[in-house]
């Protein structure tokens, strides 16, 4: 909801980053690795106690992912790249999920339940942008949601910011991924009947 609607008001310094890597002779592929590598650290980071560092580098993360996007619209676009990009955005997310259940393993029931929900909802998103002939900003039909990046980002940050709260925070990320599955599927069957 908030990559759909928000995104206006950091979209400049998206479009001047994107613009000054452009300028360095950098492409959207090697920022999309790069955001892969950083958002590792992510997890790195929180295994070694870390979360306020590991928070920051997600976030880091997040914003480069949208960067490559932006560059990938000024220059010509590669399908792999929208592979390696979606790809790499769900490595880092399983890659919190791993390192949140080796540091907090009697979490491992709602970690479990979460994932399977991100499944289910990434599943349907990416069927549906494969399927549909609607075709937006990005390079394939975008469907939006009530979780979409920006909303994992913040639960994922509340998650390691806030270990006592951790199992009614996972809970709480598993129900908006799955409300956001079920969203998309309605829209799917009324858009592509």
């Given at each position: 909801?908030?990559?759909?609607?928000?995104?206006?008001?950091?979209?400049?310094?998206?479009?001047?980053?994107?613009?000054?890597?452009?300028?360095?002779?950098?492409?959207?592929?090697?920022?999309?690795?790069?955001?892969?590598f950083?958002g590792?650290?992510?997890?790195?980071?929180?295994?070694?106690?870390?979360?306020?560092?590991?928070?920051?580098?997600?976030?880091?993360?997040?914003?480069?992912?949208?960067?490559?996007?932006?560059?990938?619209?000024?220059?010509k676009?590669?399908?792999?790249?929208?592979?390696?990009?979606?790809?790499?955005?769900?490595?880092?997310?399983?890659?919190?999920?791993?390192?949140?259940?080796?540091?907090?393993?009697?979490?491992?029931?709602?970690?479990?339940?979460?994932?399977?929900?991100?499944?289910?909802?990434?599943?349907?998103?990416?069927?549906?942008?494969?399927?549909?002939?609607?075709?937006?900003?990005?390079?394939?039909?975008?469907?939006?949601?009530a979780?979409?990046?920006?909303?994992g980002?913040?639960?994922?940050?509340?998650?390691?910011?806030?270990?006592?709260?951790l199992?009614?925070?996972?809970?709480?990320?598993?129900?908006?991924?799955?409300?956001?599955?079920?969203q998309?599927?309605?829209?799917?069957?009324?858009?592509?009947?």
């Amino acid at each position: 909801m908030l990559d759909t609607h928000a995104r206006k008001y950091v979209q400049p310094s998206i479009d001047k980053t994107a613009h000054y890597f452009l300028n360095q002779g950098r492409s959207a592929d090697q920022i999309t690795i790069i955001a892969l590598f950083i958002g590792l650290g992510t997890s790195i980071l929180y295994i070694l106690g870390h979360p306020v560092a590991a928070v920051v580098l997600l976030w880091l993360s997040g914003f480069l992912d949208a960067v490559d996007g932006t560059m990938a619209r000024h220059t010509k676009t590669s399908p792999f790249g929208t592979v390696m990009d979606i790809t790499f955005d769900r490595v880092v997310e399983v890659g919190i999920i791993l390192a949140i259940a080796y540091v907090h393993p009697d979490v491992l029931w709602p970690l479990l339940l979460l994932t399977a929900s991100i499944v289910i909802s990434m599943t349907i998103f990416l069927v549906v942008g494969a399927v549909s002939e609607k075709a937006g900003v990005k390079s394939f039909y975008y469907q939006a949601g009530a979780a979409e990046r920006t909303e994992g980002f913040l639960l994922f940050s509340i998650m390691m910011l806030f270990p006592d709260y951790l199992f009614w925070s996972t809970l709480l990320f598993f129900a908006i991924e799955l409300f956001t599955g079920i969203q998309r599927f309605i829209e799917a069957s009324r858009i592509l009947k």
